[in-house]
């Protein structure tokens, strides 16, 4: 045991230097820039470098003592803080006033604590509630936008600091264009930085080595002593002129005590009234900073190959965050480049992950003294570094990969937090999003598809003369198929929509009884969206058309959304929880205003359990609807060329006329011109039986056992199709047949099939249909015909219904 962890341990040296070595570069460029380099805050630099170590620290041992699923996972502290701590601090400098330096030290520490506890709470509270993946719903670029915000924070900030000015002193105007460009000492304190930076970029353009990074800030210092060596330059003036950094007690060799932030922790000094007024930054803060974890972890995971659970990290997180704000220190978080780097030279072990952390502590407690002898051009061209690669990442990169709306959403994002502040940019950046979600989804039209009730049918089996007269007189029913979230800028096109099928020249060429609204695939009603349906319906009623809605339930968002503004209660408005239910109703409407227009309503049982509405048929009557109503007369003629045949075929008014034949007759009534004297020969085959509701003739998958005619009642098929989710049923009525494709072709039921009303049926068994195949060779194959061009037609019903659910 104590071998194998000498051996990881002595496996993990490499590791843990490149990790050291990347911890000193990130403490030196950004912890000396997490306080503002004007007053009170101008010699901070060091003890920013020590809360920037305990962090790191904290972070590293959170995770790597089982906190985190990645062996090797680094903890450091979160850069992109440093913008929204900067506005901190001047909001507390400003409140308490410069006169109180250490006053104002101490709050502004304590609000930067108060930051890390807030933080660890969030991530604590996603984790524990496993809301981790509720963080990627967050619009993508509005981040990117904040990334390059800090990336143009992060150039400004390489220039002050390169520069040795304050940051308030720091604005883009034509001074300080000339102190830049017309000053040669200045000119060179800023773009030897930048140049180093750029050159660097250049160079891992071409080559992708993981050690390219840190060898080069390591060998820049060398050749900075080489020259000042070989120059024989006083190290004082160097740092006068801005060459070095001007440490207090680093010149002399005695370092600054890493605890010394730790002194400022006294209540007497800390004001709770500036500290309060900083929550509004806190919370944007926070914002940002909950969006990091859940998107660094699974993209390290992928790069890892590495399983691991979003939310666990996010408790880690959590923690880490939680003791960072009790130690008096700020945010970290898992670092995804310097893990990745990690693990690629064998930090792959928590033995690494442990000595990292050791070796971190021994840098905090080194002290900052040999900060004074860094060369102010390395921590430029770091920081220049990571803000040239943030700008680059949300300008540049995404040029191809995001809308021209989300472009402009970042670019004014940048422009906002540069020229202003971060939370400024991250309040513009969620009004500017919101307010091109609206304009771009106002663009998309909520209209799936126009269908009409003769292309879009109900899986009702009819005989075949109800079918002809449905297929003409359907035409009277329109269907609207919406999707998405209906809200006050997509439901102007749906109303626009509705208004047409009304208007004038549309309603001369195809009159509407029927509006069928499906909402199946509708998210969301706003209010704006669910008032416009109140016009739609007042509209309709005007040219006594039904409304139907269909596709959710009074209890679901939609049907609340509508019972609001009082819609569904209104006459003539329907709801039925599906498309099929609401076309099954309409066409029994049809059929049922025709019988009893012609007193023939008891005549074909035809009409399926469910509710009835008696005043809809009874308007086909009304005296707005009677004499010279083009729907009136179109479901009278659509009649007496279907329905009417069949009742005064002479079959059927020959008394000696009995079942099965008068069944077969109204099954096929509709096909053609044929003996039907020839259909009397087909009875002696047919074998009576009566089912109970709720009888089970068959099971999806059973051997045939043949056909079966329906006299009377009414039978439900339940279809599983392995592509559908949801079983698609089937009604079948009185004149039609069940199981007549699985008989023919002697194949297993494809469906379950049930009396859903008690019922009597004709069965033609496969021996009797064999026998007749034998006996009456014509009339089976006459017969056949028939049947298959039935089937044809309910096979056709079947997929336009599955259609219908796409």
């Known amino acids: 045991m104590l071998n194998d962890t000498a051996r990881a341990s002595l496996r993990a040296i490499p590791a843990v230097l490149l990790g050291s070595l990347l911890n000193i570069l990130d403490g030196v460029s950004y912890g000396m820039i997490i306080f503002p380099t004007s007053a009170p805050f101008t010699d901070l630099g060091p003890m920013g470098v020590s809360m920037f170590f305990v962090s790191c620290v904290l972070a590293q041992l959170c995770f790597t003592l089982g906190g985190s699923g990645f062996a090797g996972a680094n903890g450091s502290m979160m850069i992109e803080v440093v913008p929204f701590y900067h506005i901190l601090a001047a909001r507390i400098a400003y409140a308490i006033g410069e006169n109180k330096p250490a006053e104002v030290i101490a709050t502004t520490i304590v609000a930067y604590a108060l930051s890390s506890v807030l933080t660890g709470l969030s991530f604590l509270l996603l984790g524990a509630l496993r809301l981790g993946a509720l963080i990627g719903f967050f619009p993508r670029h509005i981040l990117v936008g904040c990334i390059g915000g800090v990336g143009a924070f992060l150039i400004e900030t390489g220039l002050t600091v390169s520069m040795r000015i304050p940051d308030d002193d720091f604005n883009i105007d034509l001074e300080t264009l000339r102190f830049m460009f017309l000053e040669p000492q200045n000119l060179a304190l800023w773009t030897i930085p930048l140049a180093l930076a750029i050159l660097l970029r250049l160079i891992t353009s071409r080559w992708s080595h993981q050690l390219i990074f840190p060898v080069y800030f390591v060998v820049i210092p060398v050749f900075f002593y080489v020259i000042v060596a070989a120059a024989r330059c006083d190290l004082d003036e160097l740092r006068e002129d801005g060459w070095l950094f001007d440490i207090p007690g680093g010149i002399n060799g005695q370092s600054e005590s890493w605890w010394k932030f730790y002194t400022y922790f006294d209540r007497n000094l800390i004001h709770l009234g500036p500290l309060w007024a900083t929550l509004p930054t806190q919370f944007a803060l926070l914002f940002f900073n909950i969006l990091h974890p859940p998107l660094n972890v699974p993209a390290l995971a992928v790069s890892l190959n590495e399983d691991v659970d979003t939310n666990k990290e996010l408790v880690a997180h959590g923690y880490s965050n939680i003791l960072a704000g009790a130690f008096g220190t700020v945010p970290n978080y898992l670092v995804y480049v310097n893990t990745l780097l990690f693990y690629r030279v064998g930090g792959d072990t928590r033995v690494a992950g442990f000595l990292l952390a050791a070796a971190t502590t021994i840098l905090l407690l080194v002290g900052t003294g040999p900060i004074a002898y860094i060369p102010v051009p390395v921590v430029g061209a770091l920081i220049f570094v990571l803000g040239i690669d943030l700008v680059k990442e949300a300008l540049w990169d995404t040029r191809h990969r995001v809308s021209r709306t989300e472009y402009i959403t970042i670019l004014s994002i940048i ?12 309040l513009f950046g969620i009004v500017i999003s919101c307010f091109f979600f609206v ?22 089996r009819r005989p075949s003369a109800q079918r002809a007269y449905l297929k003409e007189v359907t035409k009277q029913t329109t269907i609207l198929r919406l999707q998405g979230f209906l ?6 096109y749906v109303e626009e929509a509705i208004r ?19 909402l199946t695939l509708v998210a969301g009603v706003d209010m704006s969206a669910a008032e416009a349906f109140v016009r739609v319906q007042r509209l309709l009623a005007a040219k006594y058309v039904t409304l139907v809605f269909c596709g959710f339930t009074v209890d679901s968002p939609v049907g609340k959304a509508l019972e609001s503004v009082g819609v569904m209660n209104s006459e003539g408005v329907e709801l039925f929880s599906t498309l099929n239910d609401a076309m099954e109703w309409t066409e029994n409407v049809y059929l049922k205003a025709y019988f009893r227009s012609q007193k023939l309503e008891t005549s074909i049982p035809f009409v399926l359990p469910g509710r009835q509405d008696v005043d809809v048929i009874s308007s086909y009557q009304s005296s707005q609807n009677s004499a010279g109503s083009p729907r009136r007369s179109m479901l009278f003629e659509a009649g007496s060329r279907t329905i009417a045949n069949e009742i005064r075929s002479p079959p059927i008014l020959d008394n000696t006329a009995t079942e099965p034949f008068l069944t077969l007759v109204r099954a096929f009534s509709s096909f053609g011109d044929f003996d039907f004297s020839q259909f009397r020969l087909l009875v002696p085959y047919f074998q009576r039986m009566s089912v109970s509701e709720g009888f089970v003739l068959w099971h999806q998958g059973d051997n045939s056992d043949g056909l079966y005619l329906i006299e009377s009642g009414v039978l439900r098929a339940t279809y599983q199709f392995a592509e559908y989710a949801q079983s698609i049923e089937e009604s079948m009525v009185p004149g039609t047949l069940a199981g007549e494709l699985s008989a023919l072709s002697n194949l297993p039921r494809n469906a379950k099939t049930v009396a859903e009303r008690p019922a009597v049926l004709w069965k033609l068994s496969n021996e009797s249909l064999r026998r007749l195949e034998t006996e009456e060779p014509n009339l089976a194959r006459m017969f056949t015909h028939m049947v298959l061009k039935s089937a044809k037609i309910d096979y056709d019903t079947l997929l336009a219904a599955l259609a219908g659910r796409q």
């Open 439 to 460: 304009v771009q989804n106002s663009q998309r039209r909520s209209i799936r598809a126009f269908h009409t009730g003769e292309t879009m049918v109900s899986t009702v």
């Open 500 to 518: 047409g099928i009304i208007d004038a020249p549309s309603w001369q060429r195809n009159p509407v009884r029927f509006l069928v609204v499906d």
């Open 487 to 492: 809200f006050f800028g997509t439901i102007t």
């Open 415 to 426: 422009i906002a937090m540069t020229v202003w502040d971060f939370v400024i940019g991250v």
